[in-house]
């Protein structure tokens, strides 16, 4: 049998590196992605620089009623105060003007009186540049609101606790077992709500890349007319089953691979970013240095999900009679494992029942789920991968089965 699975592996290997047209469909999206973004990102970057260099063209009206603010949005580097001679509406229109800023003609007299004061702001609707002049003017009304709320309450020797008399201390329990963020009770920490859509993700890969590879070396054997030549080898059934589903596995975790390490690089660059994302970077930093033995779990956990799901795939389409056939088959498949882990995101309570690690796909979803939330305690970690592995040894076994029954290999031929 291991000859054959040997046999078997080195030629479905073969057959896929001679197929450039599946190699790129394969291999060229993860490995293209980031060329891609920085090429899209450069290209943004170079447009806002280009069409920004001599700041955006905004009007205020009635400025001499605010010259603090005034002087503020002069300072901005996004912005260029125009002359009011403008007619206005025709600028705002035409596109030659960003945004329009209204301030009331007696707006000195109610800052005076320390009243609120009313201003409007019209953008243009004249392409993306207007947003970015009103995030600047909203930049600049913010700064000095807060410079005149800072002199209000110094007058009144109060300081800006003042204006909030409760203050929230959010506190986060730390986490049970193995946990991708480990931290000590009343640490706080990032929320969880993105471990609830990790079972989606974890289903996304348990499609990803190999299971196209197991129909076409199953059904599309029976097309190509070389399953009659398959079956008279000395070769055993369950070698050649082993091989293929051992060849779309390696693939799987190849394609998984990549894209695990394109978002990756996706997160280190946003955790790079100056002014804004230091609170972002600094969460996914923390993430990515305690994470270790979860993803060790995380990768053995989906290997046999892999396997199961590749099984039972080489099973569906052994028995399909054609491509047409075994793509409606699969794609029951692909809808059943969404539906199982939104179940698992949503639907299964924490802590579950130790009975839900040991149910097919269900189980290890949740403690996926888990592992990168309240956490996951060792003994329902190795439950979880147990019952999966179990599976996977199912799934292999039906896949065999299949394959030796003249019935389900000459449906079509």
Known sequence: MRR?????????????LRDRRSLL?????????????????????????RQTHDGLPIL????????ALVERLERSELLALVDASLDSQQALQSGELMAVLEIPPDAAALLEAEQQVSLKLTSSRSGWLPDFAVVAIRSGLDDYGDQLLGQRLSRRELDETWIEPLLLERETAAPVGVAAIPVVAGEATPSSLGSLFLPLMAASWAFSGGLNLVASMTVGEK???????????????????LGKI??????????IGLWSLDSLAYTLLLAAMPSGFDQFGSSVGTQLGDAGIVLVWL????????????????????????YREANLLLALIQLLLPLVALGAAFAVGSPPAKAIYALPMLGVFVIIRDLFGAGAAPGSLILAWVAAAIYAVGAVLLASYVFSREWALMRGV
């Not at 205020?60 to 010259?67: A, K, R, T």
């Not at 097309?223 to 070769?235: D, F, G, K, Q, Y």
């Not at 956990?301 to 099984?311: E, F, R, S, Y």
Request: proline share 5%.
């Open 4 to 16: 054959a699975l040997r046999t078997v592996f080195v030629r479905e290997a073969r057959d896929l």
């Open 25 to 49: 469909l394969l291999f060229a999206m993860p490995l293209l992605m980031p060329l891609v973004g920085a090429i899209g990102g450069a290209f943004l970057a170079w447009q806002i620089l």
């Open 60 to 67: 205020v009206v009635n400025g001499d009623q605010m010259p």
């Open 223 to 241: 097309e190509h007319h070389t399953m009659e030549s398959l079956l008279v080898t000395p070769a055993s059934r369950l070698g050649v089953v």
């Open 246 to 255: 051992l060849f779309s596995v390696i693939v799987s975790a190849i394609t």
């Open 299 to 322: 990768i053995l956990l989906m290997l046999p999900l892999m396997t199961m799901t590749n099984g039972l795939v080489a099973a569906v389409c052994t028995f399909a009679r054609d």
